[in-house]
């Protein structure tokens, strides 16, 4: 059974810096690409960032470009979403993700709020 728990999330104020987690099971992490989305209600989700399993640098948007920094730890299954230079405009839920068997499976989402 694929599962995904994200944690990390928090409220932060402009300018700061949050750092989430995604631990993983249920599928092969080591040959999966892991995505980071995020979703604020009303709006559609929007791709984050990418990696997959052999990269090492990673995709982002081009709004969190500069600012996000996405990584993997394969020896703990374990995905992670650095985000720094916070705006009010990156408040979302942060939700991980993966197609392991051609179905996308979703993790419950962390909460990110940056306000002051």
């Known amino acids: 059974q694929v599962r995904l728990v994200e944690s990390g999330g928090g409220l932060v104020q402009p300018g700061g810096s949050l750092r989430l987690s995604c631990v993983a099971s249920?599928?092969?992490?080591?040959?999966?690409?892991m995505s980071w989305y995020r979703q604020v209600t009303g709006k559609e989700r929007e791709l984050v960032a990418t990696?997959?399993?052999?990269?090492?640098?990673?995709n982002y948007a081009e709004s969190v470009k500069g600012r996000f920094t996405i990584s993997r730890d394969n020896a703990k299954n374990t995905v992670y979403l650095q985000m720094n230079a916070l705006k009010p405009e990156d408040t979302a839920v942060y939700l991980c993700?993966?197609?392991?068997?051609?179905?996308?499976?979703w993790g419950q989402g962390t909460q990110v709020t940056v306000s002051s």
């Open positions: 993700t993966v197609m392991p068997f051609l179905r996308r499976y």
């Open positions: 249920g599928f092969n992490f080591d040959v999966s690409s």
């Open positions: 990696i997959s399993h052999g990269d090492i640098t990673g």
